[in-house]
C-alpha cells in the first residue's frame, strides 16, 4: 500500500516540472504500410489493465463496441481500439485498459501493452492538421532527436464522441443561465489541444455571449497572455483590462495546464486573473493538485450548465 501511495505521489509531482507518464501500446498492422505502430494514453486515466475478461455482445452495438464486461460489479463498455484507427491485429485482442475519462469509465481491447514512459511535455507537439482526428499530439519517445520512436497520443473524447454518441442538446440560456457580460475589451483566454473540446467550449462561450480568445497548447496560451500584457501597456491599461479569466485543459502539448497555471499564478502581472481547469483528468488527486498549483476553480469536463455556473463563480 505504501509503494503504491508512494508512486501515486511521485507520477503526480511530475507536473511540477511539466512531465507525465505515458503507457504506450500496440493495436496491429496499419492498414498502410503494415507497420505496428506506438500508441499512447496518459496514465492518470488508466484505471487498471487487464487480461481480458468474457465479453457479452450487445444486440445492435456499434461495429466498434465489442460488448460489456463485469468488471467487479461494474458493467463496463468495451471498445475495439484497433478497429477504431483502422489497425489489424495479428495477435488477438487479449488486453483490456480499463479508463475513466469525463466522468465515465470504459475500457479499450488492444493487442499489447509495451512500457509506460516519462516524458517532458515538450517532447509532444500537436497532431492536428496532421491527417488523424482520432490522435490528438505526437510524442517523441526518446527525446526531440532525428531518430526518436514516435507514439500516436489519442483522443479519447472525439473517439467516445464518434463511438458512442451522446444526444447532448443544443446549448441554451434556459439551461445555462443568463448571458455573462464582460467589460468592453476583456475577453475568456482559453486553452485546449482536442478539437473537439474545442468547439464545445467556444459554442457555449458563443450561447453566454462571452468575447473569447482560443488557443490549442498551454505554451500559446502563456504565450498570448504575455503579448496581450505588452499591448495593453502601450495603451495605457493591464492585463486585466483584456483578460477577465483564463480557461484551460490540464494535458496539453508543449506545456500542460498545470504549467501554465503556476506561471500565471506566480508571475505579479498576472496572478490576479482567476484561473479555471476544465479537464477530463477526473479524481480527487487531481483536483487537490489543481488547488496546489494556484487554481481558482476545477470543472470535469464536459457540462454546460456546470461550465457556466464554475465561470460565473471565477468572475464574483
Not at 487480461?51 to 467487479?72: D, H, K, L, Q, S
Not at 509506460?116 to 491527417?131: T, Y
Request: with cysteine.
Amino acid at each position: 500500500m505504501n509503494t503504491a501511495l508512494h508512486e501515486i505521489d511521485e507520477r503526480t509531482n511530475l507536473t511540477t516540472s511539466n512531465k507525465f507518464e505515458l503507457l504506450l501500446f500496440r493495436l496491429g498492422e496499419a492498414s498502410n504500410n503494415g507497420q505496428r505502430e506506438l500508441f499512447g494514453i496518459n496514465v492518470f486515466k488508466i484505471r487498471e489493465i487487464l487480461v481480458m475478461p468474457t465479453i457479452t455482445e450487445i444486440a445492435n452495438a456499434p461495429p466498434e463496441v465489442m460488448g460489456v464486461a463485469n468488471i467487479r460489479g461494474q458493467v463496463i463498455t468495451v471498445i475495439n481500439l484497433p478497429k477504431v484507427v483502422g489497425c489489424t491485429p495479428k495477435k488477438g485482442l487479449p488486453i483490456m485498459l480499463v479508463t475513466e475519462y469525463a466522468r465515465s469509465t470504459q475500457a479499450f481491447a488492444v493487442e499489447e501493452v509495451n512500457e509506460i514512459v516519462r516524458l517532458e511535455w515538450n517532447q509532444v507537439i500537436a497532431a492536428e492538421g496532421k491527417g488523424g482526428k482520432s490522435v490528438t499530439s505526437i510524442a517523441r519517445i526518446d527525446g526531440n532527436t532525428e531518430n526518436s520512436r514516435l507514439a500516436q497520443v489519442l483522443d479519447v473524447e472525439q473517439i467516445l464522441r464518434d463511438v458512442l454518441p451522446s444526444q447532448i442538446a443544443e446549448i441554451s440560456l434556459d439551461k445555462i443561465g443568463p448571458e455573462i457580460k464582460l467589460p468592453d475589451g476583456q475577453v475568456i483566454l482559453a486553452a485546449d489541444d482536442s478539437p473537439l473540446a474545442r468547439s464545445m467550449v467556444e459554442n457555449e462561450l458563443k450561447a453566454l455571449n462571452i468575447p473569447y480568445v482560443m488557443t490549442k497548447t498551454g505554451l500559446e496560451a502563456w504565450n498570448r497572455i504575455q503579448s496581450m500584457s505588452e499591448a495593453a501597456a502601450t495603451e495605457g491599461k493591464t492585463i486585466q483590462d483584456k483578460v477577465a479569466l483564463v480557461l484551460t485543459d490540464l494535458e496539453m502539448p508543449e506545456m500542460d495546464g498545470f504549467t501554465l497555471t503556476r506561471n500565471i499564478k506566480s508571475d505579479q502581472r498576472f496572478k490576479s486573473i482567476p484561473v479555471v481547469i476544465h479537464s477530463s483528468l477526473t479524481g480527487e488527486t487531481n483536483e487537490k493538485h489543481v488547488k496546489s498549483v494556484g487554481a481558482d476553480a476545477y470543472i470535469a469536463k464536459f457540462v454546460a450548465e456546470e461550465l457556466a455556473e464554475t465561470i460565473r463563480k471565477a468572475l464574483r
